[in-house]
């Protein structure tokens, strides 16, 4: 993958980030944000000063009624704000859901409209996976930036007010309580942090047992797990790395338990440090005892604030981490043109020539071309047949016409001219294509036909489509017809369809496409020879006058075509007829003749 610098966004451009997405896409969430926050502050200094100006009424000898009405006010102002602060916490929750989706429907079109190559590229993949993990829930930092920026502002008011009321009764009280809290987060933080600094071995360790649960259920294994007698062994393999993950879990707790106990034994010297400064200041008649008691309960929730703010600046670090990741991904520059590329409007009626001039393909991380100096020219309506043992580089030269890829030398020719100048989705609109793996969804046989929603689909169309691949008939005999649903992955009354009827399925996708350039790329080795051969007849009937590219490593399975070129030892061995191929008495032809038994009807049933 072609990387650029990446940038390193801090917390505050983070922040800004998540406010600017907020502002655009809810404003609300920050509204009830700041509701929030004088919700939090206003509660912590009604409970504050309740106590205290009780013993500041009774000190003055005021009334029964004044003291009663005192009191209510007070408790009345204490659930009013509780209330609404319950309140905006149950509403909030909508707005930062829907800024969260924001960011991952962004996540979701940008790997979905990402370049082919990245789908591939393991780091690519990588940094995709923490970019989705950072919105994959309520607790991740797509969302849970929120809470932690509200307690942030939350504690750090409440800090200032209660340092500003400690420091009345004197620096050294606000001074002890400073000090000794911080010290106090510090080192059971660092114990605390023990889990957060493995998390990669906790991570490994979840993977694991998650992959075994996972494989454990899929039904497409089932068959194999009961025929093989595997059942034992997965379930000593669950056990194995429960075992473990129960072992990392232990040894955190064991670290948390020290934690705490050093919290307790330094809010034990904390509290009695700034306690005992003001009951010497009381004892001496320098504070009254409405004033003791409020700068008594100041100093125990002086700790609480300090502890707040390093915890949430803590979390909002981490959490800055991960926006950092999902952003940077965002940003992943794409190899390929896409809007910023020529327009190429497919041409009705017109056969396209293809060519590829001195081209060679490297996989990254590989040793060696897969592909070296490869000239070709593939003429308007012309069917050429591409085969080869496999791993010859049959499927990359393909994926090289097709525009995924891009060579690592030379050049891929559309009419004469480098593809690389064109957007590329425009490009793909020119091909028609059938891969070994079918991009069959969890949708209708209509929708997987046309690609599109039902609502979108061109019905007389699908039902022409279907009759030419020979599929009409069974999507009739469906209960729900073409709106059946297929596979069984979403929809518990879905259809899973047999191989050969999947081809068909296939055959119907690619007609319906009608896009003048035909590739299939050995779609049918599931099957057996003879009827790969008949499908591909039928390929190659129904395509009429497209350019056509077949892929096989069987040889008579595309002996039809116009031209068979034959991979090897990355290059283009032999080119020709099928018969002028056997004719040379190359490899093409030693090749065949070793599989030539398999294409006889009766040698297959023998076998």
């Not at 924001?102 to 409209?113: E, G």
């Not at 494989?215 to 093989?228: E, G, N, P, V």
């Not at 019905?459 to 649903?485: N, V, Y």
């Not at 099957?527 to 390929?539: T, V």
Request: aromatic share 10%; with cysteine.
């Amino acid at each position: 993958m072609k990387n650029s610098k990446q940038k390193t966004y801090n917390i505050f451009q983070n922040c800004a980030f998540m406010i600017g997405r907020a502002w655009r896409s809810c404003r609300s969430v920050l509204w009830i944000m700041l509701g929030l926050i004088a919700c939090g502050v206003g509660g912590s200094l009604l409970e504050l000063f309740v106590i205290p100006a009780v013993l500041e009424a009774v000190g003055r000898g005021a009334g029964p009624g004044a003291f009663i009405r005192m009191i209510l006010w007070f408790a009345l102002g204490i659930v009013l704000v509780h209330g609404l602060k319950s309140y905006l916490d149950q509403n909030t929750l909508f707005g930062r859901i829907q800024v969260r989706i924001s960011l991952l429907l962004d996540l979701h079109m940008a790997v979905c409209r990402t370049s082919y190559p990245h789908t591939e590229d393991p780091d690519y993949l990588d940094r995709m996976e923490k970019a989705c993990r950072c919105l994959e829930s309520n607790s991740e930092a797509g969302e849970a930036v929120w809470k932690t920026l509200t307690d942030l502002l939350t504690n750090v008011i409440s800090f200032v007010i209660y340092l500003l009321l400690l420091a009345q009764a004197g620096p050294w009280a606000a001074l002890v309580c400073a000090v000794l809290s911080t010290v106090s987060y510090f080192t059971g933080e660092r114990l605390r942090s023990w889990r957060y600094r493995h998390r990669e071995e906790e991570g490994e360790l979840n993977h694991k047992l998650s992959y075994m649960v996972t494989r454990s259920r899929d039904t497409k294994l089932a068959k194999d797990i009961r025929i093989f007698g595997l059942a034992p062994w997965l379930n000593e393999l669950y056990a194995k790395y429960t075992r473990l993950y129960q072992d990392f879990f232990a040894r955190s707790q064991r670290r948390y338990l020290w934690a705490d106990l050093l919290d307790t034994a330094l809010a034990l010297l904390r509290n009695g440090a700034a306690y005992g400064l003001l009951i010497a200041m009381a004892l001496r008649g320098e504070l009254t005892a409405a004033e003791f008691v409020l700068y008594f309960t100041a100093a125990s929730g002086f700790a609480g604030w300090v502890t707040g703010i390093f915890s949430n600046l803590g979390t909002l670090h981490q959490q800055s981490l991960e926006l950092s990741a999902m952003r940077e991904f965002l940003k992943i520059p794409e190899p390929f043109r896409f809007e910023d590329g020529k327009p190429l409007p497919v041409k009705p009626d017109h056969l396209y020539q293809l060519e590829l001039r001195d081209v060679s393909f490297r996989y990254p991380g590989a040793d060696r071309d897969t592909l070296s100096h490869v000239n070709l020219t593939i003429h308007p309506g012309e069917k050429l047949a591409v085969v080869g043992r496999n791993g010859a580089g049959k499927t990359t030269l393909i994926k090289l016409l097709c525009g995924l890829y891009d060579p690592t030398e030379g050049q891929v020719l559309l009419d004469g001219q480098d593809i690389r100048q064109y957007n590329r989705r425009d490009y793909y609109k020119h091909f028609s294509a059938v891969f070994q793996q079918f991009s069959l969804l969890a949708a209708t046989m209509a929708e997987n036909v046309a690609q599109a929603e039902a609502a979108d689909v061109d019905l007389p169309r699908m039902w022409d489509c279907m009759e030419r691949a020979g599929i009409a008939d069974k999507i009739r005999s469906l209960p729900k017809g073409a709106d059946t649903q297929l596979t069984r992955e979403v929809y518990l009354d879905g259809v899973e369809l047999s191989g050969g009827q999947t081809q068909r399925l296939m055959l119907a996708r690619a007609l319906y496409k009608d896009a003048p350039v035909v590739v299939l790329d050995e779609p049918t080795a599931a099957l057996d020879p003879l009827a790969e051969s008949d499908l591909y007849q039928k390929y190659s009937g129904l395509t009429g006058n497209c350019t056509s590219v077949y892929i096989s490593h069987r040889l008579a399975s595309t002996r039809f075509c116009d031209r068979v070129l034959l991979i090897e030892n990355g290059g283009i061995a032999e080119e020709g007829t099928h018969e002028e191929l056997l004719a040379l008495g190359g490899r093409y032809a030693y090749l065949f003749n070793i599989q030539s038994k398999y294409y006889k009807e009766g040698a297959m049933e023998d076998e």
